[in-house]
Each structure stands twice: as C-alpha cells, then as structure tokens.
C-alpha cells in the first residue's frame, strides 16, 4: 500500500514509487506555522508580532491564544473541504522559531513538531499530501519580512553557524518523517536570496547529503536563488528532486494595471504570461525533471473590475499550467481577505478588534503585498528622486533600487513603530472565553469562502492531465 502513496520523481513526472503518476494541485499554508503580516493583518514582522501580544495578553494569554489559534487555524474541515475540491496537496510553512530558540540553538522543541505532526495527520486523513516547507530561517534566508527579517540583510548565508542549525533541523525532520508516506517531500528553503549567488550552491549540496544519509525516498524541492527564480545555481540535477519556481504575475499584484494591458510599465497577456513560464522553467524542461509551481495567485482588493481581470489572469495561468503538465500550490490558502480561498469574516470578534490597524496600515503602505504608497508619495518621491540623482547606477539585489527604497521606508521605518497600535488593540482582553472568541475568528466555520476562486480551482483539477489524482 505505502508503495502506491510515496512519491518519486520519474523523469518529469512525479509518480508513486509503483509508477502511477501524481500530479500536486493545491495551496500554500501561510500565515500558520510561519505568519505574514497582510496574511492576518499584523504590521512588519511576525516576532515582532509576538513581542506586542505577549504584552498585551500578558504571559498566560498569549500563549492561550496562539495554543487556539494554531490548532483551529487549519482543523480538519479545512482538509476536508480541500479533498471535496480535487485538491490533493497543502504546502506548510514554517518558522523555524517553533523548534529552537536563538538563546538556545540546537536544542529542538517537540512541541514545535507535534503541531507540524498534526496536519500532515488532517491533511493524510482526507487523501492529501504534504510538503514541509522551511519559511524562515535563523539568520534569514532572504532580505523580506516574509523569512522574518526585521532587517534588509540576509545573515544566513554569510555565517556558517546559521546554516549549521538549519542542516541540525533538516536532519531532525527527516528522521522524523521518513516513513510517512503522505509527506510528499522537503522543500529546505523558502525563496533563498544569496545576493553573492556563491554560498548557496554548496549549502545546498551539504544539505542534500546530510537529508539524503537519513532518508532517500522523500522529494527533495529545492527553490531557485532569487526567490525561486534563478536556477543557474545548479551544476547538476540530482535523484528524486525537483526545483521549485514561483510564478507570479505583475498583472496580479496589489499595484497590478489591466489585464490584458500595462502592468508596472510592462504589457501583460496571456501570451506574456506563457512566455514568462516558460523562461522560469528553462532549467526543468531542459534536465527533463518535473516542474512545480511552488507559489502563485493575484490578489483581489474587492474592485469587481480589477478583481475580475485578476480572476482571468488565474484561469489563464493554470492553463498554462495544464498544457505544460505542471503541479502547483497556489498561494495562499486563508487569510483575512486578499488572497485567500478562505478568509475571516470581517465581522469576527478579530477584525473588529484589529480594524483600526489596518485602516492605518493602508493610509501608510505598510504591507508590501497589500497596500500601495498613493498616500505617502510626499515621502517616497524626494527619496526616490534623490537615489536616482545620486546613485543612478546603485541595482541593489534582488530587485533593484525602488524596490529597496520601498522596503526601508514602507516595510521597516514606517512598519516597525505601527506594531505598537496593533499590540494595544488587544489591550483589556481577559479571560479564556475572550481570547477563545479571538482565535476562533479563523476556524473555517467562522470564515467566509470565495466560491468563485473554489470553483476556479476545481475546474483547474478536474481538466488537468490525472483529474483529481488524490492517492
């Protein structure tokens, strides 16, 4: 039986290692085990997060609420109404600050693996496999707040004691899974951004082999440099590994133009679109291994207009996808309302709470993926004009120079101090029925469903090559 349930890499397929083939369609975990600010609405980085609620809960509720929080955030309806759509994989990502602490390295936490043992159990339970994914590093693998990078400076791979506890960890990981078949594999390293391009070649091959003395059979997902995006890091292709690309559109971001039409001063249609892929994938089809969408997906601000373009941009793609026979998981699964095939009701005891917050948090630009700067241009503009005066050739990595402005202004100077406000907006809560009513703001029966997204994603499943080809 576990034969027709474990995955391999046959060619470029995946396949069960009794050669029946299955291709991955699913979503990304975000905002679980590794949380991002326009995911649940907090401002800058996710231990700075932590550090407002546990001043304003106070020891005992914060933990209360994270305990609650983490259990319902992803429970087994969510699996459930995953399986009922064809979907047949859940991405989870993780911070790797729920097994060790920086005060004390090395020494992993169980609690941090039983909450990762839990969904892979929801998610097995209902015919769905999982990929464990490292989302944050210690030191930072990339330069964004999404690795939980309160700096602009990826540490990791500039001291080796980081990448140390990340091999330490890995090799605790694969012990612990190598015998469950419905882990469909590893993927090490969110959107790695080694801005030198020269460390993360050897890191990944002492990783490889540290993963691959414990266990051979699990799927090895390793994301190109640059996010996911450069892959001329690899020398050679390796047994059972796949490289991960992520493919997400200009049309489908929050600054995103029309679609088809202008988008950041590109035109975007669904043969740009093609194209695009096809040049990200250049590395799989030539070494003829399977190519897997790691992450994609627009996202919707509730303008019918716009959200409509962006709803057939996302046709488009998985079409794409289709026709070149690639698996993926769309980002994300539930947040609060942007890009979520499941979002908290605004109504919830949570969205009333933390309202304020993200009505400042628009006005500001905070987040990088939810909100646009037309407020603060009285800010931005001099500083822009002044690098391009001053520094006209200054192409910082890994996307350039208003990119890096954008990142220390909006997403650092100004974030930083707002999470503040977000900690005094659970100032006065008490008592477990409270904090309980908080949480729950997210277990799926509390939350709303984008039903045309749902529909979108089951019509992508049922008319890919395999159908539903849940195991």
Partial sequence: MQDDILLQTTGSKMTTQSGRPIP?????????????????????????????????LGEDGYREFFGRFLDVFFGDDDAA??????????????????????????????????LLDRAIE????????????????PGYQNQHWHSDNPTHWAFFWTHKHFQDRVIYLWEALARRYRDNPWVAGYNPLNEPGDASGSAIGPFYRRL???????????????????????????????????????DYALAGFIDGGSYPGISRGEYVDRNVLEETFLARTEFMRQTETPIWV??????????????????????????????????????????????????????????????????????????AWGSLD???????????E?????????????????????????????????????????????????IAELADSFRFGNCQKRSWLADVLRSAVVSSPGGAAVA
């Fill in 294 to 367: 790691g992450e994609f997906g627009p996202v919707y601000t509730g303008n019918e207009a716009a959200d409509e373009m962006r709803r057939q941009l996302l046709v488009d793609q998985l079409e794409i996808y289709r026709r070149h026979e690639a698996s993926w998981a769309i980002w994300t699964y539930k947040d609060i309302g942007l890009q979520g095939l499941v979002y908290a009701d605004r109504q919830s005891p949570y969205m009333q709470r933390i309202r304020p917050v993200l009505e400042k948090k628009a006005r500001l630009g905070i987040d």
């Fill in 81 to 114: 109404f995953l399986a009922s759509l064809g979907l047949n994989l859940v991405r989870l990502p993780i911070n790797y600050r729920h097994f060790e602490d920086d005060m004390r390295p090395f020494e992993l936490k169980e609690e941090g693996f039983e």
């Fill in 122 to 137: 929801r998610c097995a339970r209902h015919g769905i496999y999982t990929i464990i994914d490292l989302h944050a590093a």
């Fill in 386 to 434: 002044t690098f391009r005066h001053e520094f006209p050739t200054f192409s910082p990595f890994p996307f350039g120079q208003e990119s890096w402005v954008q990142r220390l202004v909006r997403h650092i100077l100004l974030a930083e101090p707002m999470v503040n406000d977000f900690g005094r907006c659970f100032e006065g809560v008490s008592g477990s029925d409270q």
């Fill in 208 to 246: 490889h082999d540290a993963i691959r003395a414990i266990d051979q059979d699990h799927i090895l997902f390793l994301d190109g440099n640059r996010y996911s995006l450069d892959f001329d890091i690899f020398e050679e292709t390796w047994p059972n590994t796949v490289y991960t690309v992520h």
């Fill in 24 to 56: 991955l369609r699913g979503v990304g975990l975000g905002g679980w085990m590794n949380m991002e600010n326009f995911i649940t609405g907090y401002p800058a980085t996710e231990s700075l997060q932590r550090k407002a609620l546990r001043n304003a």
């Fill in 374 to 384: 037309s407020h603060i241009r009285r800010i931005m503009d001099p500083i822009e």
